[in-house]
Every structure is written in C-alpha cells, then in structure tokens.
C-alpha cells in the first residue's frame, strides 16, 4: 500500500453540480492523501510501528506501520502506541492497545475504537481523535456497544474493533492561535446574520443593533437553528439503538 496516494483537489465546499452547500470553506494549504487501512485487512500478521505521523486530513495522528512480509500501511494511532511496538489483526490476538480483533472476543468493559457497522465493511465509527467507546456487553447474538455520544447501539458479533482510545486527546481544546492558521486549514471568515441585509439572511436589515427580531434564530436559509430536532423519524438503524444519546 502506498504511503502517500494522490493530491486532493479543492472543493471550498461544493457539491457536484457547483453549488455552495457547506459556507466558510476555501483557500486551504495543499494536501495529499494518506490511504488509511480502516479495514485492518493484513489478518494474522505481525506488524511493527515505525513512525508516529501527522495527517492533514484528519483530527487523528496515523501510525506506519512494517509488516513482516515486508508491506506497509498506515493506521489511526491510538493513545499509547509507540515507536517500535508490534500490533496485529487476529481472532486471537492479545487485548492491547492497536490490536484489531472481532467484537464478540473482546471482554466487557474494553475500551475500543475503529469499530465496523457491518463485519468487511470497514471501520466507520470512533475515529476522531481523543474518542473512544466502551464494549458494554453481550445478548441475543448481539453485541452492546456505548458510543462516545452516550448513545448504546448494538453491533454484530463479527464486526471489528481496534483495542483502545483514539490519540491526540488534546485536539478537542487546541486553539489555532492566529486568524492565519484558520486560513491554511481552509476555513474562511464568518459574517454574523444580524450584519447582513434582509436578503442575505433571516437575522439582517433594521436600524442599528435590532437583534435577530424573531423569536428563535435560523440559518441563512430560514429554517430553525436550535432546538429542531433533523433526524430522520424512520431510520434503518433505529432497530440497533438501544439508548439515544443525551
């Protein structure tokens, strides 16, 4: 697997067609893309860490990692791996941190991350840094699973999990420090509604400091800002959830 695969190409928050649907996004610094093995799909085979590396792409720090047949991937570097460590992938692997094993051989109470919604899917949850979930326990030929949100969800037995939290805790309360740095990452200065005029926005027009002069605040495109509930009231998932967060 290559280390580094391809230049991503700015969108500025664009979708296909050309049109803005995310604001304040532009202008980034380059990036290349590092192809993360999410599947953790060497099975059986020892790996070791040879570096501890920065991702642009992501909150997370990504570990290389040699395996012995001589290839190398990268993987979300959980807190505590370092240099020189070995992890594996394997049914049977040790419960240590960076280890990948299925979900129903993992005790309760195992603090986990990387974990897959369907077994060869790859991991789609708990990937950001500092998150972590907890293996709550076992029932019905399911899996329980508390996610970071507090949601409890149920998984099955053969999905897999990585052993341990998500590194970089520190993300969540780093400050970018100047206006300058925002703008490297890509994102662009942001206008307050209540600024603008009626025409851009819900919250602008009135003479001098009016307020929002409604009785909740919306977006730009006149819905409902806080409070309104957006999820779909029929969901596939809504059989797995046990317990809705919050």
């Given at each position: 697997?290559?280390?580094?695969?391809?230049?991503?190409?700015?969108?500025?928050?664009?979708?296909?067609?050309?049109?803005?649907?995310?604001?304040?996004?532009?202008?980034?610094?380059?990036?290349?893309?590092?192809?993360?093995?999410?599947?953790?799909?060497?099975?059986?085979?020892?790996?070791?860490?040879?570096?501890?590396?920065?991702?642009?792409?992501?909150?997370?720090?990504?570990?290389?990692?040699?395996?012995?047949?001589?290839?190398?991937?990268?993987?979300?570097?959980?807190?505590?791996?370092?240099?020189?460590?070995?992890?594996?992938?394997?049914?049977?692997?040790?419960?240590?941190?960076g280890n990948a094993i299925?979900?129903?051989?993992?005790?309760?109470?195992?603090?986990?991350?990387?974990?897959?919604?369907?077994?060869?899917?790859?991991?789609?949850?708990?990937?950001?840094?500092?998150?972590?979930?907890?293996?709550?326990?076992?029932?019905?030929?399911?899996?329980?699973?508390?996610?970071?949100?507090?949601?409890?969800?149920?998984?099955?037995?053969?999905?897999?999990?990585?052993?341990?939290?998500?590194?970089?805790?520190?993300?969540?309360?780093?400050?970018?420090?100047?206006?300058?740095?925002?703008?490297?990452?890509?994102?662009?200065p942001r206008v307050r509604?209540?600024?603008?005029?009626?025409?851009?926005?819900?919250?602008?027009?009135?003479?001098?400091?009016?307020?929002?002069?409604?009785?909740?605040?919306?977006?730009?495109?006149?819905?409902?800002?806080?409070?309104?509930?957006?999820?779909?009231?029929?969901?596939?998932?809504?059989?797995?959830?046990?317990?809705?967060?919050?």
């Amino acid at each position: 697997m290559n280390k580094i695969k391809w230049l991503l190409s700015k969108k500025s928050g664009r979708n296909n067609s050309g049109k803005l649907t995310v604001r304040h996004q532009g202008g980034r610094s380059k990036r290349y893309f590092r192809e993360i093995d999410l599947k953790r799909s060497k099975k059986d085979i020892w790996g070791k860490v040879e570096a501890i590396e920065y991702d642009p792409n992501r909150s997370a720090e990504i570990a290389l990692i040699l395996y012995e047949d001589g290839e190398r991937s990268y993987i979300l570097a959980p807190l505590g791996l370092e240099v020189g460590r070995k992890i594996i992938s394997s049914e049977v692997a040790p419960i240590e941190v960076g280890n990948a094993i299925p979900l129903d051989k993992i005790p309760i109470g195992t603090i986990i991350h990387n974990i897959e919604i369907k077994p060869g899917m790859g991991a789609t949850l708990v990937k950001s840094a500092g998150s972590a979930a907890v293996l709550q326990g076992k029932e019905g030929g399911w899996v329980l699973v508390k996610l970071p949100s507090g949601e409890i969800r149920r998984f099955e037995p053969k999905a897999w999990a990585t052993i341990g939290q998500v590194g970089r805790i520190e993300a969540k309360i780093e400050r970018l420090g100047k206006a300058g740095r925002k703008r490297w990452v890509g994102i662009r200065p942001r206008v307050r509604g209540v600024a603008m005029h009626p025409h851009a926005h819900p919250h602008g027009g009135g003479e001098g400091r009016s307020g929002i002069g409604m009785p909740g605040p919306k977006t730009p495109w006149g819905k409902p800002a806080r409070g309104k509930k957006t999820r779909k009231r029929v969901k596939y998932s809504d059989k797995f959830i046990i317990k809705r967060r919050n």
